[in-house]
């Protein structure tokens, strides 16, 4: 049965993904207490502006992981760091968590050999 609802969540996702219009990627590091990012292009925000950072942490996911927070600093050539809000120290571990999975998924892959 948690198989059938994990596929159903999914193929709902992916409908709903391709049904509403998501921002450019960029990559994006983050932890329970803010993210770094480059702006893709635009407007860059102010040092000082608040906000909600969105993570769209995999395509099947339709709701991306929103965090509120305040920009702490923007570059000239659009590198953004922002400070999130404190959360409770449940939510901080399950964002830590979720950042270190991440991250050694793609040491994990970067040292796969490629397949030709």
């Known amino acids: 049965l948690e198989l059938k609802v994990n596929l159903l969540l999914d193929l709902v996702g992916q409908i709903l993904a391709a049904n509403r219009p998501r921002p450019q990627p960029v990559p994006v590091r983050f932890n329970a207490l803010g993210a770094v990012w480059r702006s893709p292009g635009g407007p860059l925000p102010e040092a000082g502006a608040q906000g909600i950072v969105e993570i769209y942490l995999h395509d099947a996911l339709a709701e991306p992981l929103r965090l509120p927070g305040r920009v702490t600093n923007v ?42």
């Open 75 to 116: 570059t000239p050539d659009g590198h953004i760091k922002a400070r999130f809000l404190p959360v409770g120290e449940s939510v901080a571990d399950l964002i830590e968590r979720l950042a270190f999975r991440r991250h050694r998924r793609q040491i994990a892959g970067a040292r796969q050999p490629r397949r030709g």
